[in-house]
């Protein structure tokens, strides 16, 4: 194999350092026509050309458009059209795979000369496909209207870096297919979570009926006992299918809003909620807001007597400086009557409803329950795992 010589083995590893360097930024490039602007850019400077274009193939009109470019009128890129049958350079190497190089655009009898390239007074012109396993997108084309001769050698240059836009626009169509999905299976959470609420509330209106409608005092207890219960699972999924990310849940918003809506229940008593702005996936939320709404509602009713008091909600993210594993800490607290003496929320066959249900979440947040009884009121907290706050 005969030696290079010393300039155009200069010019050899130049290119190769070009296209290494141009890989980089296809590997991290996000938008595509900013990315084919720029391997114009540097397939001219590698060619020492003065031209270059990327031609995007429009199937529906059969032709190729400029899409990107350096070297030619202001007005070319975006709008410039070539042909895209075999009679075209460009319609070839598109049509056929195989790419076309022609040192005498005047003497050609191949191919025509296409108008915008005789209006920019074009000689000589090399192009190679643009392809994906999505099919080809289009050609990379390379034209001077000074005398030389572009060579074989030239090819896998630019093949090079047709190759690397061919991968990254097949990898941003592919991003851009998963993102539709991901937004799509979040829009339908939400329209699910939305439609819960809406027959929960149906269900609670029947359950409101069926009280009213009975004459039995323990039954009517129960049954609007029920009725809270079924409107508190509403109301969480009304403020889940709220936010704006239903795969990363700030507890600090989901938890407020959740508490705005039990103070305008119980507006003689102050609800204070203090949460830290760590985000939980949709699975966790549901749990921790039943949570939450089921010790808010026993404080509502039972902690103070007199009718008014303040109630407080705290969760802070419990970092390893706590000399624990981390993970989140919830407590919901009152300054009331308290709890009564021998109080265990673990005894199944002796607690109500309401501690069971509490119980049964704990358990589903990687409890177990603690209850403070050194300090006046009602203190419960929990503390979450990491491994499920994540």
């Not at 059209?81 to 022609?102: C, E, F, H, N």
């Not at 001077?144 to 990898?171: H, W």
Request: aromatic content about 4%; hydrophobic content about 45%.
């Amino acid at each position: 194999m005969p030696e290079l010589a010393p300039k155009a083995l200069a010019i050899r590893l130049r290119q190769q350092a070009i296209l290494s360097d141009f890989g980089v930024e296809a590997l991290r490039a996000t938008e595509l026509l900013p990315l084919l602007q720029r391997a114009t850019e540097l397939c001219a400077e590698g060619m020492e050309a003065q031209f270059c274009k990327a031609l995007e193939y429009k199937p529906y009109q059969d032709c190729l458009l400029v899409c990107a470019g350096v070297g030619w009128a202001a007005d070319a890129v975006g709008t410039a059209i070539i042909g895209a049958d075999l009679a075209s350079p460009a319609g070839y190497a598109l049509k056929t795979g195989r790419p076309v190089i022609s040192n005498h655009l005047q003497d050609e009898t191949r191919f025509r000369t296409p108008k915008l390239m005789a209006d920019h007074g074009i000689r000589r012109a090399i192009n190679v496909l643009i392809a994906n396993r999505d099919g080809n997108y289009g050609v990379l084309e390379v034209d001077d209207t000074r005398e030389g001769q572009f060579e074989e050698a030239d090819i896998a240059f630019m093949q090079g870096f047709a190759n690397l836009v061919g991968g990254a626009i097949e990898r941003q169509r592919a991003e851009a297919r998963l993102k539709a999905a991901v937004e799509r299976q979040e829009l339908l959470s939400r329209e699910m979570s939305h439609r819960v609420k809406n027959s929960l509330a149906v269900v609670a209106g029947f359950l409101g009926l069926q009280a009213r409608g009975s004459d039995n005092e323990d039954v009517k207890a129960a049954l609007a006992d029920a009725r809270t219960r079924v409107e508190a699972v509403a109301q969480v999924h009304d403020q889940l299918w709220r936010q704006p990310s239903l795969e990363a849940i700030d507890v600090a918003g989901f938890l407020e809003a959740l508490c705005a809506r039990l103070q305008e229940s119980a507006p003689h008593h102050t609800l204070v909620c203090r949460a830290q702005t760590v985000n939980i996936p949709a699975d966790l939320a549901i749990p921790l807001g039943l949570f939450v709404n089921e010790l808010v509602t026993n404080a509502i009713k039972y902690a103070y007597p007199e009718g008014a008091g303040e109630i407080r909600i705290t969760v802070r993210d419990v970092g390893a400086d706590d000399g624990a594993a981390g993970g989140l800490h919830l407590s919901v607290c009152d300054d009331g009557v308290g709890l009564p003496d021998g109080f265990d929320p673990t005894a199944a066959r002796r607690a109500s409803l309401g501690m069971r249900i509490v119980n049964s979440l704990a358990r589903q947040l990687g409890g177990p329950l603690e209850i403070a009884t050194d300090r006046p009121g009602a203190h419960f907290s929990l503390r979450i795992a990491p491994t499920m706050a994540d």
